[in-house]
DNA sequence: GCGCAAATAATCGTATACAATTTGACCGCA
DNA sequence: TGCGGTCAAATTGTATACGATTATTTGCGC
């Protein structure tokens, strides 16, 4: 119970509607990467697989679409978002616009309880990436994005932290698409380093190390066009 | 035809569905004025005035309460947004912290031509200034907007375009509730200055003068609770 | 055997229908 | 008169149905 539950809405309603659940759960599937970017998500599949009708399979696909997560074409339906290295290098952009500000609010506001909670994030991070196996890489995925969303909410913003939701599922697309190395949270424990400035009230050598990170990050990509239809490129390698 | 025609909108297909319409039209109704902050929504009646089923105007609905526009309560139905005082503060905290970024960006890679054409939308707006009437002032509202989202188009990102028209949008909201100053722009021209500011390349200056352009926006407002429901305080006073 | 057109199948766009929930009113009673 | 409960009207939540569009396959002529 540490999926779609943990997904406490810090200012929507508890349950708005069944449409919301789906949406979570599709979510969660794009963001762990159990869905590939291109896949067909059709209404009438969604639909049987949570058992309602197409109507609420279709909002939970719109829902997704206004989050960048899947692109609807009109008349032939809802694809899990497959970004073009032009995307994806602004989802990194956006990144270094919005996060070292967001870094900056959260570390004006951090409490000594929240700093631990930051810690104990790092330190299930760790734990993950010592793990073997696709559920523990999975988890490590999603907990590597977790530490910015926690930076987010400590920060006290809702709009931001509803803008950084979406920048770090969009970018757990992009790294499943462009990533080189086999993961993304690179060797050096970035995350942590950027605790310590924060607690050693060093801003400015914080925001450093976010955009240092972020930029690492990126780094690894290889953003080249490289999409499931040309195949000849399949061949020609 | 200059009002949802105008919405030009820069990556979307160009009319996926009639729902799209309907979501810009009760969009710029509510960016306008039109619609007051609390006002109800209701699906049949969205529905009868754009003579679509309800299912469209659900769908509309949906997506404006994405965007942070409508509110939708379960069961209950769907409110033109009424922000709380706290939202407010969020909204104009993620626009100080977002567009100095922006214009950065939007700085180093402003052509000549934007350059004019910013200054032709600064020479519209100051002629709506100019004007009376009711059409004037909601044009002036929307053209004071245009101005930061053209600098957000500017900068050729995508992403922080939609998050600034999210903001724009709801900071319009905000000043419809808790504005004092009948109009939102101060008299002084601060967008010119900061045109005036990126053109001289002085970028620090620019971002200084736009963050205190967002400061004075804010700083126009009474941020009070004084909901509709409170009526407690309706006689206190 | 191959390319192209027409029929077929699958899927989406929209409307309508029914069930569930809320709201406000009406009515009886203290 | 004021209060509580029951019922009806309105509105939303969800499902189903039908028309439109796109993709696929079939069949024919070459």
């Known amino acids: 119970m540490n999926s779609a539950a943990t997904a406490l809405q810090t200012t929507d309603e508890p349950s708005e509607t069944g449409a919301q659940q789906i949406r979570d759960a ?3 599937a794009i963001v762990e990467r159990r869905l590939s970017p291109g896949t067909k ?3 009438s599949d969604v639909g049987n697989l949570f058992n309602v009708s197409r109507t609420l399979a279709r909002a939970a696909l719109q829902a997704l679409s206004y989050e960048g997560l899947v692109s609807v074409e009109k008349n032939r339906g809802a694809f899990v978002a497959y970004p073009s ?3 994806a290098r602004q989802i990194f952009a956006a990144r270094r616009l919005i996060e070292p500000g967001i870094l900056r609010e959260a570390a004006a506001r951090i409490t000594a309880s929240e700093i631990q909670h930051l810690r104990q994030l790092l330190l299930e991070e760790s734990r993950l990436i010592g793990e073997r196996g696709q559920t523990a890489r999975r988890a490590e995925i999603k907990a590597s994005g977790d530490f ?3 930076l987010a909410e400590i920060s006290g913003n809702a709009i931001m932290q ?5 920048l770090v599922a969009r970018s757990s697309l992009v790294i499943a698409l462009y990533g080189q190395s086999t993961i993304s949270s690179c060797g050096h424990n970035e995350h942590g380093d950027i605790v310590s400035a ?3 009230k ?3 050598h914080a925001c450093d190390l976010m955009v240092h990170h972020i930029a690492h990050i990126e780094a690894d990509l290889d953003l080249r066009e490289r999409k499931g239809q040309g195949l000849k490129e399949a061949f020609d390698l």
């Open 26 to 28: 599709i979510r969660d």
């Open 41 to 43: 998500l059709s209404e």
């Open 85 to 87: 290295p032009d995307e």
């Open 148 to 150: 910015h969303l926690a």
């Open 162 to 166: 509803r803008f950084m939701e979406e």
């Open 198 to 200: 924060i607690e050693a």
């Open 202 to 204: 060093k801003l400015d």
